[in-house]
């Protein structure tokens, strides 16, 4: 079977948790360059990688990279490239660019030379006068960074990243990205075998990310990719890799993932929210302030949470008394470990402890901090 290239890119800070899920897949050869994570694969692997990836934002197939100094150089390596390979007669595609320290620094101008490029190349193997267009989507990512051109193609989904789970239906404002959620469970102590709590779950993403890798269910399995329809990416490929997956769930381990709000409204999106997922037997949702919150779910837990942050609070008192609690109930017991990811500057001040590691990331746009307090693990 034919060798390809494939990427996965992801956010700021968690290229290292994308390598790791990579690995853990069976891939080799791999490569971390500037939030993409390269990896040597063959084209059913489009399908697994997108079906399986939890923290990573797109899997994309690279089809070439070259150094580019100008347009004509743009255009020539590009109209060399292998595009009547994947695209058909129909293939609607479309071209997306950005270039960051670079002598082609005009992103619309590289976008339609590597259009022209294609179309060229395309008209001539079909011997058409121009594209129809009218079939399956491809997007074509050119991506410029210090003079070397990736040029690529986005087999997830121009529309729907890898965070598209299916079973957010509703949400609160600002909810936190499911491939994020995923990420802070990866980089906690947690595992199926312990409790985990979130005291502020929102629509639940985050207990219900943790449950998903608890039942070992594959975040994409419900869902379909841009490549679906791409002629190289044979339905056979889709149909093996998803009835593996299902055979890989684990319906028998007991999960124990506590979840509250102070919003009975956030609790029952949440509830909804599980139930699609398939995981609510996993997961206990209750009503309650975390003014209010203590431990009587038990000893040697994991606290994982997102408490409401932004730019606009600043100091606020409400959001300093939220950080107080949790340091009160959880901060001294030293059989919990917690996880708090957070924009507030004062956060360890507040909890009244530092932070056995502090991770820098991006919530999105914002810069945040991932606060871990690291507490004993409990006895096999």
């Known amino acids: 079977m034919d060798k390809i290239k494939l ?56 089809m070439g990279q070259f150094e580019a100094l100008s347009f004509e150089d743009l255009f020539d390596k590009t109209y060399e490239l292998p595009w009547e390979k994947w695209i058909s007669k129909e293939g609607k595609f479309t071209v997306k660019g950005k270039s960051v320290k670079s002598k082609l620094y005009s992103t619309p101008d590289c976008q339609a030379i590597v259009k022209k490029a294609v179309s060229k190349k395309l008209c001539q193997y079909y011997d058409l006068d121009w594209m129809p267009e009218s079939g399956a989507e491809f997007t074509i990512l050119v991506s410029i960074h210090k003079d070397l051109a990736t040029i690529s193609m986005d087999t997830t989904g121009a529309r729907d990243g890898l965070f598209k789970r299916g079973y957010r239906e509703k949400s609160m404002t600002a909810p936190l990205k499911e491939t994020m959620a995923a990420a802070l469970v990866k980089l906690s102590f947690w595992n199926k075998d312990r409790i985990l709590y979130d005291p502020m779950c929102g629509s639940g993403t985050i207990a219900i990310e943790a449950a998903l890798m608890g039942r070992n269910i594959a975040p994409g399995l419900n869902r379909e990719f841009a490549s679906h329809g791409w002629p190289l990416v044979k339905e056979e490929y889709w149909k093996n890799a998803k009835i593996q997956a299902r055979k890989n769930i684990d319906f028998s381990s007991e999960i124990k993932i506590y979840a509250s709000d102070v919003s009975e409204k956030a609790i029952r999106i949440a509830e909804e929210n599980a139930i699609e997922a398939g995981v609510d037997d996993c997961i206990e949702f209750f009503v309650k302030d975390i003014h209010h919150i203590d431990k009587t779910i038990g000893p040697y837990g994991v606290l994982i949470t997102n408490p409401p942050y932004g730019q606009r609070l600043g100091k606020n008192p409400q959001v300093s008394k939220i950080h107080n609690k949790l340091g009160q109930v959880f901060g001294k017991d030293e059989t919990w470990s917690i996880y708090v990811i957070t924009a507030s500057e004062n956060f360890e001040k507040e909890f009244g402890r530092k932070a056995n590691r502090k991770r820098k990331l991006f919530n999105g746009d914002m810069r945040v901090d991932y606060y871990q307090f690291y507490g004993q693990r409990p006895e096999k």
């Open 7 to 62: 990427a996965a890119t992801a956010a700021f800070g968690l290229e290292a948790i994308v390598k790791r899920e990579l690995i853990d897949l069976g891939y080799e050869n791999i490569s971390v360059d500037n939030g993409w994570v390269y990896f040597d694969a063959e084209i059913k692997d489009i399908c697994i990688a997108n079906i399986h990836l939890r923290c990573a934002e797109r899997v994309m197939l690279v």
